[in-house]
């Protein structure tokens, strides 16, 4: 096992427990109703590779487990970490024996050259310090090794920004030079990032993973099991939430009464070379 110094600034510690706290505080929710959505990115990725018997996977950032789980059952040697101990409690009881970590993208818990596969789905972009995330999850990856990266489409491409945007006037002002929810959507960004911390890219692609619900009250209990989303209920109440969730559904209700939103990931493979 690696011994990792402790950084000397541990912001991003408290970064990480305070997106821990946000992103767990509806993990059930989030477990049945919205991970769900990102299955598609989820297989993609999978194929991509690809994942199977003789892969050691490493999910940052596993959330719920449900990529993990997927992967698994693809044959795949896993193990997790998250911020989220809310998470990590339904993906350990998805992932009986797996090892799940509790922790930071910028101090993973894991040897040099442990793994095969280093995935991030929408998680890197939480990291206080992306780079330094990136850096860790190069350094746990064999050489050949591939990472990869997963954030937005492109906004001006997909329904699902209507979602992202209605949650905007309910949050604090966000920090000077903070780059917004599609920082990382745009082109050249993913792999601009990669290169920085020490990784070849390799290929970008988008995943169309549209969202589905049967109904507005499914919907809003989705939408509102993100972390961004717990947010905003905290600072502007769970009624105001609830109102800008319907407004920003109504364009995609179905004559049956469900919804569906276009949405589109972006995605980045890269490579650990050297």
């Given at each position: ?11 991003h ?13 509806r ?42 789980r ?92 209507a ?74 109440g ?37």
């Amino acid at each position: 096992m690696t011994v990792i110094e402790e950084p000397q600034d541990a912001s991003h510690i408290l970064s990480g427990e305070a997106n821990g706290r946000i992103w767990g505080g509806r993990a059930a929710d989030w477990a049945d109703i919205q991970e769900p959505q990102c299955a598609a990115a989820y297989h993609a990725v999978f194929d991509k590779v690809p994942v199977g018997s003789a892969t050691r996977l490493l999910d940052a950032g596993c959330g719920a487990g449900m990529a993990l789980r997927l992967a698994a059952d693809l044959g795949a040697e896993i193990a997790g970490i998250d911020a989220s101990e809310g998470l990590l409690d339904v993906a350990r009881s998805r992932l009986p024996g797996t090892r799940l970590e509790q922790g930071d993208l910028e101090i993973l818990p894991f040897e040099d050259d442990g793994f095969d596969v280093v995935t991030g789905f929408n998680s890197f972009q939480y990291a206080a310090d992306r780079v330094a995330a990136l850096r860790e999850a190069r350094r746990v990856v064999k050489p050949g090794g591939k990472v990869f990266i997963m954030t937005w489409g492109e906004p001006g491409s997909m329904q699902a920004t209507a979602l992202v945007a209605a949650l905007k006037p309910l949050l604090p002002p966000p920090p000077p030079g903070a780059g917004g929810p599609f920082g990382l959507s745009e082109p050249g960004k993913l792999e601009e990032l990669a290169t920085a911390a020490g990784l070849a890219p390799r290929e970008v692609f988008d995943v169309d993973s549209p969202w589905t619900y049967p109904d507005l009250e499914t919907a809003q209990r989705g939408l509102g099991s993100s972390g961004v989303a717990f947010k905003a209920a905290e600072t502007s109440g769970q009624a105001a939430l609830d109102v800008a969730h319907e407004a920003a559904l109504a364009p995609f209700v179905q004559p049956d009464g469900s919804y569906r939103i276009g949405a589109t990931f972006r995605i980045l493979m890269a490579e650990k070379t050297g």
